[in-house]
């Protein structure tokens, strides 16, 4: 097994002293438009993250047996070199963003992780926000394990992207310079995930890197003030409803729902996701109306706007 050092355990006293520093600054040199602290939020935030510690610690569990088995039945193997540590977490952070990008579009995965959203503060604090139930993330990984690399490995790379993204969950730092925010992560950035704006929804899902984003077209830059929290926000402290309240809604839906499409469409389809209601026409037959109602303008066609 490889000896690789516990990141997030060696990183705990710069989390305590960077907060610390943060809730200083925030008192001595106050920025009205930003969010700022609020005490039962942060507490929420805080008890959130130990919370997790615990249930993390119990996910492992079942995790660990399944890339054992998966590592021992491949012929591949990844050493842990000076040079292949860099490649894997490379790796790692590219099988991130396609988790992160997944836990945002599929609800039962927002179930997961719309806990580390539920704020609508945005300080180091909201790092430590981290969800009770992040069995769903695992499966995402299982190809670095199948080529090889030992469950030890990608746990510290992990643990690496995780320490990483501590520091960007602040409104103290304005931009990095251009190349910075070019290939990296950056507060900037990641106010923008963390944002509720039509406009800002489902973008930037990097870890480490921003590169991803701007490759598959999920890159938005900061411009507006963001408006951090939910589109429906959670007006609770009680760690057990931040923990469970997406798939109390889901249970909900479920029991309403009039079938097993309705009820499919409920789990796995986006979180705004509805059916159509009953008796609407559908879209198809709404675009065909419409263009058989509408007057050809000289120039157009079919579709295309002619408004400025």
Known sequence: MPNLPDVVLWSIPAFVLLTVVEVVSCRLHPDEDAEGYEAKDAATSVGMGLGSLVFDFLWKIPIVAVYTAVYELTPLRVPVLWWTVPLMLLAQDFFYYWSHRGHHVIR????????????????????????????????????????????????????????????????????????????????????????????????????????????????????????????????????????????????KDLRAARDWRERAGRVFRGPGWGPAPAGAASPAATTAATTAASPVVEGTSVGESTSA
């Open 108 to 251: 039962i995965l927002w179930a997961c992780h719309v806990v580390h959203h539920s704020s609508r503060k945005f300080n180091f604090t909201t790092a430590l926000r981290q969800p009770w139930t992040s069995l769903t993330v695992w499966p995402f990984y299982l190809p670095l394990i199948a080529a090889g690399v030992h469950p030890a490995a990608l746990a510290f790379c992990s643990s690496a992207n995780l320490v990483y993204q501590f520091w960007i969950h602040t409104e103290r730092i304005d931009k990095m310079p251009r190349w910075f925010e070019f290939v990296l992560n950056t507060p900037s950035h990641h106010r923008v995930h963390h944002a509720s704006q039509g406009g800002y929804l489902d973008r930037n899902f990097g870890g480490i890197l921003i590169v991803w984003d701007r490759l598959f077209g999920s890159f938005v830059a900061e411009t507006t003030r963001p408006v951090y929290g939910l589109t429906k926000n959670i007006d609770t402290y009680n760690l057990l409803k931040v923990a469970t309240h997406e798939y109390v809604s889901i249970a």
